[in-house]
């Protein structure tokens, strides 16, 4: 089992610019989550998949925030019109039942 | 609202000491506990997951759960410089089995 794996790792962008994200969850979990963190904050829910679809989204989330999981498998996080206070870590779990298994993170930093 | 708290720290131990690490919950009726450890710029780890009143041990490691006090700590025994990090409690509510609530992490420092 190769763990969860998240693509970029970093990511440096201009104030009003589109991200994506990319997360490949260990095989077999049929849960994904999508998380954000920032210095000296535990990590903050942003989404939830349940195989491919998306049972929850936070609502703090702005509209700018969409997030994907076609065919269950990988899910992808985008960004449009990137601000500065989007600079932070995002972070993807999976999991099978309750425990959560994060990625390495994307670490993303908005000039 | 519901809330997770944590001392921020730092809490600094000598080395081969026991390191007690506190985290208290708002939701009484939670059943699902987690420890994370985070290190300085890397993603959550996970430690250990507890579900009932009592201890449960994993190697250094022992996780402690007081439903009725709301409260759940992790203590790890004979400290590592390694062990330093900061960790993370995280709890589902009663309503929610994929929302965590999470905490915003206790600074450890082992003192060699």
């Known amino acids: 089992d190769t763990g969860v794996s998240q693509d970029p790792r970093h990511k440096i962008t201009k104030r009003g610019q589109n991200v994506t994200f990319r997360c490949d969850p260990i095989?077999?979990?049929?849960?994904l989550y999508w998380y954000r963190q920032t210095l000296g904050q535990g990590p903050e829910f942003l989404t939830y998949?349940?195989?491919?679809?998306?049972?929850?989204k936070s609502r703090l989330l702005s509209d700018r925030f969409s997030a994907e999981r076609p065919k269950g498998s990988f899910s992808t996080l985008e960004i449009q019109r990137t601000e500065q206070g989007d600079s932070a870590m995002y972070l993807c779990?999976?999991?099978?039942?309750?425990?959560?298994?994060f990625g390495p993170g994307t670490r993303l930093l908005v000039l | 609202q519901k809330e997770v708290e944590q001392n921020s720290g730092p809490l600094s131990v000598p080395e081969g000491a026991i390191a007690s690490l506190n985290c208290t919950y708002s939701?009484?009726?939670?059943?699902?506990f987690f420890w994370y450890r985070q290190y300085s710029g890397k993603s959550p780890e996970l430690i250990m997951f507890?579900?009932s009143n009592g201890d449960k041990e994993d190697g250094r490691f022992t996780a402690q759960l007081n439903k009725a006090s709301q409260y759940v700590s992790l203590l790890i025994r004979d400290s590592q410089p390694s062990d330093s990090a900061t960790y993370l409690c995280?709890?589902?509510?009663?309503?929610?089995?994929?929302?965590?609530?999470w905490g915003a992490g206790t600074k450890l420092i082992i003192k060699p």
């Open positions: 779990a999976s999991s099978t039942g309750e425990t959560q298994y």
């Open positions: 095989s077999e979990h049929n849960r």
């Open positions: 998949f349940q195989n491919e679809a998306q049972l929850e």
């Open positions: 939701d009484r009726g939670s059943q699902s």
């Open positions: 507890i579900y």
């Open positions: 995280a709890v589902y509510p009663s309503d929610s089995n994929y929302q965590l609530i």
